[in-house]
């Protein structure tokens, strides 16, 4: 999918910001970041990818469908452990780069293929020194799945899995 | 910057997503997506990258710092607007390769060069049949500051400099 197929060249910088008409522009690999926050707390839960069929379905269907890099292929989030996510509200960014999703959660109302709510359950210190090696603390710790039950297979497995949900 | 000098390649799968050390992910760029919400009102604000460099800044500073794309530069926010941003909390996912940061917004109280407090002002109907030219609609349209004052030149100019700030 070449960006020029949906960024027409004709598209002014105006358009694109003020305009009212949507002009997704994908990156050179075809795809859009994803910003998924909760409609009912605000809290981010994931981040992921869309490509053109991945956003597509998600308007036409109101559920969140992504594209996954490791497996290279569409991905209805929760095909495989039922963790659905129904789109309330869908926004995209001033020069059109970058989608925002507000969900409502199905099945066990996770996201995370840890099992957890949301994906980023680890806070980092602020005023330490250095980037790596600082020590994380967990913001979330409960899991409402059971990541072996719903995917069936071990951690190592898991980690490829991870974005067929 | 080498993805390996980030993550040694001993880390374990489960070192990643159920340890407690940060070993931040970048891509093959050498920059990590950033989620930017507010502290205050759990909204999205901005969506950024951060190179090693931006992200060291930021956990020493407090004050966040991003990678532009555009300069291919460092770039500490507000540098040229006064929109500052102090991070409140900053977290990490499961894979340990995306940030999501809480801040309080100085000067205008905007993350978007456009003037608006947040880059996702506009909303995409859900239940459409088209991805690209589906009509949006402003979610946000107030701008807490004029863009040409700010930066002191025009729209086309602007574009250029946007993720200066």
Not at 113 to 134: D, E, Q
Request: glycine content about 10%.
């Amino acid at each position: 999918m070449s960006k020029a197929g949906t960024t027409p060249a004709s598209k002014s910088q105006a358009d694109i910001e003020e305009g009212t008409v949507f002009a997704p522009k994908f990156d050179a690999d075809g795809l859009m970041p994803v910003i998924v926050t909760s409609a009912e707390t605000g809290e981010v839960l994931m981040f992921a990818y869309m490509n053109e069929e991945a956003l597509a379905r998600t308007i036409e269907t109101g559920e969140a469908h992504y594209w996954s890099r490791s497996r290279g292929g569409l991905w209805r989030k929760g095909e495989v452990s039922g963790n659905t996510q129904r789109v309330v509200e869908m926004r995209t960014d001033c020069d059109q780069d970058a989608l925002w999703l507000k969900v409502e959660l199905g099945g066990a109302e996770a996201c995370c293929h840890t099992g957890r709510k949301s994906c980023f359950y680890r806070s980092l210190p602020i005023g330490k020194g250095a980037a790596a090696g600082v020590a994380l603390t967990f913001a979330e710790s409960e899991t409402l799945f059971d990541p072996e039950k719903v995917y069936g297979h071990a951690s190592a497995a898991k980690r490829t899995l991870k974005t067929q949900d």
